[in-house]
């Protein structure tokens, strides 16, 4: 991909690479930068706390490297230095990293905005958003941060990427290479906090009031957030089923103390206030290089990482370096982990250290340097299953075509539709008893789910389940999912949750963890859907009992092989509890319903006649 390293250089640099430790990683950085805190003005007055670590040799001049961020630059104090750097290849390549307290957190000034709106028509000093707070910040780096060449990069994982998107809109001919990595992009249709309108209660929850960081503060501190110890068990699916009803959660726990909580519960559908927070359509005559990054087992945003780079992709169909990178792993996985595998799933390479030496820094080299020869392709994906690195023209890939995977009768899945002038299959879902979304008993919702072993929920009577026969030959999934599900219910509303499934074979001897992998259900995609949104998520419309409604919904894209031997599953259930919020099965809103307006439903999965229930999968021939 890269003729950037020569074969020595890379042995060299992995030896290298092998001997270094968290100790050695915050020496390095200690003996060979300066650190400086310093307020940078914007346009309208506000200052911002920046830290600027230099190094400390003068002989040459440096791109900087710039990170926003919501969740603190600390350590503070000028001889209080971090341990590590996202990627220390970087580090010892010869950058000044700068690190930013967002408008509002922790030592820097103004008020803060969750995910604040971007203006693209700015007339007055006063009109702020992120994407000019980046631009004034570059400009005064630009002018006063030493020895640097011009050049200025942006990068950073989650919220941090969600201001690296908006460093693409800031207009400043500067910022030559940006890297969202796992950035927040809708957090009503797929990223955080909601998932095709489904609300995610644990990390909503956890993270606003539990972690703290939706509490509010009175002026610049340098910590924030308070521990929560008000769980009084280790269950978190007990906790969650415990509080009950939504509003519950601010009567007992949240009260008045976090407002971007009441924003939540104010906005059940894709309005104005929801729709302002999505960059995407602002994504037009992009300028810099653009590498978005993303984990395919990221539970919290993996929408965001697949839709930046279409949002490009689609509007701007002039030539311009527009990358996608998408590895085998959690969220932030390839600069936390060195991802090799997740829970039981392994991956036969360290894909972390590949991403940080052969992809990050050639990309930031070429771009803010003039290093190297960049020959990277447009979508750099890691093929799950098979276990190897795929390079793609674009993506989805051409080669994919679709191919409709029907239901069957007796569970079964296939590429032929089934010719029954009648079929379905129904289940009783009681929202007392929801399906957990996984058979672990833990608190904090876990990372490997992505991946689960899912023979826990085939087991349950409220989730279906449909396989092919056993495969002859291998069937390569890249690309989206679209689920086509013809429903009936005995409720006024219902959430489909539908699962990809890979089904090990049974005669597998492998074993891990102490686990046997043979029959193993290995998770490789779910979602749901509130049936409420199938025709609009601006205008939510009840089901009516007796008529059959087809909700048709895509997945997030999935790049996985399936091996022979193996099966092709489909799970279809109701709840994916506590990961998303319980469903009334009532036409309510939500976020102002009682614990008496849960009530158990009837649904049925239809599958034959024009109601033919089925997935359709990216096949690469």
Not at 391 to 410: D, G, L
């Amino acid at each position: 991909m890269f003729k950037y390293i020569l074969p020595v250089c890379m042995l060299l640099g992995s030896i290298v690479a092998k001997a270094q430790t968290p100790a050695a990683d915050s020496a390095f950085i200690r003996d060979n930068f300066n650190k400086k805190e310093v307020m940078i003005p914007m346009r309208d007055g506000i200052k911002l706390f920046t830290t600027i670590y230099s190094p400390k040799n003068k002989d040459q001049k440096y791109p900087i490297l710039l990170n926003r961020t919501p969740y603190s630059c600390a350590p503070y104090g000028k001889d209080a230095y971090r341990q590590n750097f996202q990627n220390m290849e970087l580090a010892r390549a010869g950058y000044i990293f700068v690190y930013q307290d967002v408008r509002g957190r922790y030592m820097s000034e103004g008020a803060f905005v969750d995910v604040r709106p971007f203006n693209p028509d700015k007339q007055k000093k006063t009109d702020i958003d992120e994407a000019s707070d980046t631009y004034d910040t570059v400009d005064w780096l630009l002018k006063n941060a030493a020895n640097n060449n011009g050049r200025v990069g942006v990068y950073g994982i989650s919220y941090p990427g969600f201001y690296s998107t908006m460093a693409i809109l800031a207009g400043h001919p500067a910022i030559k290479a940006v890297s969202p990595q796992a950035p927040v992009t809708d957090w009503f249709k797929g990223d955080d906090f909601h998932h095709n309108g489904a609300f995610c209660l644990m990390d909503a929850f956890a993270f606003y009031y539990a972690a703290g960081f939706g509490l509010g503060r009175t002026g610049p501190e340098t910590k924030h957030g308070r521990p929560f110890t008000g769980w009084n068990t280790p269950d978190n699916y007990q906790f969650y089923l415990k509080t009950g009803a939504l509003p519950n959660f601010k009567t007992r726990f949240v009260k008045d103390s976090v407002p971007f909580w009441d924003s939540l519960m104010a906005h059940p559908n894709y309005d104005a206030w929801w729709q302002a927070r999505n960059p995407r359509p602002h994504l037009k005559d992009v300028q810099p290089a653009v590498m978005t990054v993303g984990g395919l087992f990221d539970a919290e945003d993996c929408y965001g990482a697949w839709n930046v780079y279409k949002a490009i992709e689609k509007q701007n169909p002039r030539a311009q370096p527009n990358y996608l990178v998408m590895g085998p792993w959690v969220h932030g996985g390839w600069a936390r982990t060195e991802g090799d595998h997740l829970g039981r799933v392994h991956f036969d390479q360290k894909t972390a250290e590949y991403y940080k030496s052969q992809v990050e820094l050639p990309f930031f080299e070429y771009y803010l340097k003039d290093k190297g020869t960049l020959e990277m392709a447009d979508a750099l994906v890691f093929q799950t299953g098979e276990n190897e690195w795929k390079r793609w023209s674009q993506w989805p890939p051409i080669e994919a075509q679709p191919v409709i995977y029907y239901f069957q009768e007796k569970g079964g899945l296939s590429t032929e539709a089934p010719l029954a002038f009648q079929g379905f299959d129904e289940y009783l879902s009681d929202p007392n008893k929801p399906v957990p979304y996984t058979e672990d008993v833990h608190l904090r919702r876990t990372n490997t789910y992505m991946c689960d072993d899912q023979r826990f929920a085939s087991r349950r009577p409220d989730v279906l389940s449909f396989q092919t026969e056993v495969l002859k030959q291998k069937v390569a999934i890249d690309g989206p999912i679209t689920a086509e599900i013809y429903l009936s219910s005995t409720g006024s509303d219902a959430d489909l949750v539908v699962k990809l499934i890979d089904v090990y074979p049974d005669t597998l001897s492998k074993v891990e963890d102490g686990v046997p992998m043979g029959g193993y259900q290995m998770l490789v995609r779910g979602e749901i859907m509130r049936t409420r949104y199938r025709n609009s998520f601006e205008r939510p419309e009840q089901l009516y009992e007796g008529n059959i409604h087809r909700i048709k919904f895509e997945l997030p894209d999935v790049a996985h092989t399936f091996l022979p031997g193996h099966r092709i599953m489909i799970q279809v259930q109701s709840s994916w509890f506590p990961l998303m919020d319980r469903n009334p099965q009532k036409f309510v809103n939500i976020y102002q319903a009682s614990d008496d307006d849960f009530v158990k439903a009837n649904h049925r999965i239809y599958r034959s006649g024009r109601n033919l229930s089925n997935v359709t999968l990216s096949v690469v021939r």
